[in-house]
């Protein structure tokens, strides 16, 4: 979805006041009957009802609500994903209520099972699971941003390699190394992707190595021999290769085979390519949602455009910051930030108008093949 993601093609722009729970409304009520009870438009925990507190029923999905009502967090939360996915149309409903309740609530794992439960569903579903993902990633990083980062890789109409590389970088410098791997062969397709801390890769990717991955070992090898410009690089580069090639790795044998690709095409695939488990522990964690914005304002602060974008499309940012972050995230050369900042620029929207800046930006925006930009050019008929 450009993924600035799925987020490109259906979500709301970076700084929209749309809010999470409204959202979640309009999605369920494409994909499930008219008939069914849309959500509520403020979040509140879903009520315990008779079933809830009758004998459970057959099946993972039965009393999900009871699960959580009983402080029993981790089989309540993969209740209710079970439920969303392949239960009822009322239990869904309920489901994704409470899932998203937990979600906004500081329970990093909800917001991760929330849209892979919505991932599921009818493609309008997608644009709910980013901005679930979104909320998940900032308050933990793994698995949600290497999730979000999985859908802006195959967005449409426009995938955002620069916004989906940063969002595995922030999951990578987390610990979770799918995320390193991941990033790696986004660089290795788009190798003059700007604000990506490529040695810094290069030396998680090498630990990894070091520690016996030999995928690890061969895409160090081929950033060294292809990205980098460090030191002896080709050296460098040879050396990993013959090191993944000593731990079985066949095609790294040779530098002219290329590191096999994550799945392409369907947004789903990449998804599960790039899913840890979710242990129970971490899935009845609660965060400090005050503390892991402070360390995203640091990141932010650090030139992460990860950071920078994922603290602009937060409920709770105002909308002068976020105008601020969208600029930041403009200045770190991410082309969709600079068409929403052009037109913001062209209509004095929050900000000092500005049209000949504004002209530059949308340019400079439609050159990079950003929908919108080019869209707005038209809209003020201004020559691209």
């Not at 009871?66 to 009822?88: F, M, V, W």
């Not at 569903?121 to 980062?149: F, H, K, N, T, W």
């Not at 052009?342 to 340019?363: I, N, P, Q």
């Amino acid at each position: 979805m450009h993924l600035v993601m799925i987020v490109r093609a259906h979500r709301r722009p970076l700084v929209a006041a749309a809010r999470e729970v409204a959202l979640l409304a309009s999605v369920l009520a494409a994909c499930l009957p008219p008939q069914a009870t849309p959500l509520a438009p403020s979040p509140a925990p879903p009520p315990v009802t008779a079933a809830a507190s009758a004998p459970p029923r057959p099946g993972p999905a039965s009393d999900f609500d009871g699960l959580c009502h009983r402080g029993e967090i981790e089989p309540c939360l993969q209740s209710a994903g079970a439920a969303l996915s392949g239960g009822t149309e009322s239990e869904a409903h309920r489901a994704a209520a409470l899932l998203d309740f937990h979600c906004q609530d500081a329970y990093p794992s909800a917001c991760v099972i929330l849209a892979l439960g919505l991932l599921d569903q009818q493609p309008v579903a997608r644009a709910a699971a980013g901005r679930s993902l979104e909320r998940g990633c900032a308050l933990d990083p793994i698995p949600s941003c290497a999730l979000l980062a999985a859908l802006v890789e195959t967005g449409t109409p426009e995938p955002d390699p620069l916004y989906g590389a940063a969002l595995s970088e922030l999951s990578c410098l987390a610990g979770h190394h799918p995320a390193c791997e991941a990033m790696a062969r986004t660089l290795l397709a788009s190798p003059n992707l700007p604000s990506v801390d490529v040695e810094t890769l290069v030396t998680t990717l090498d630990a990894d190595c070091s520690a016996g991955a030999a995928s690890a070992c061969e895409l160090a090898g081929h950033l060294y021999l292809e990205v980098t410009d460090a030191p002896n690089a080709p050296a460098e580069g040879r050396a990993r290769l013959e090191a993944a090639c000593r731990l079985g790795l066949d095609r790294a044998c040779t530098t002219t085979a290329r590191p096999a690709p994550l799945p392409a095409g369907d947004p789903m695939a990449l998804v599960r390519a790039t899913l840890p488990p979710l242990r129970a522990d971490r899935i009845a964690t609660r965060v400090d949602p005050q503390a892991t914005r402070l360390r995203l304002e640091e990141i932010c602060q650090a030139d992460s455009l990860a950071a920078c974008l994922i603290l602009a499309a937060a409920d709770d940012t105002p909308r002068r910051q976020a105008r601020e972050l969208i600029a930041a995230a403009c200045n770190l050369a991410h082309l969709p930030s600079c068409a929403e900042l052009g037109v913001w620029l062209m209509e004095g929207d929050g900000v000092t108008t500005d049209r000949a800046r504004g002209k530059h930006l949308l340019r400079e925006a439609c050159a990079g093949n950003v929908r919108r930009a080019c869209d707005a050019l038209d809209r003020y008929r201004i020559s691209p």
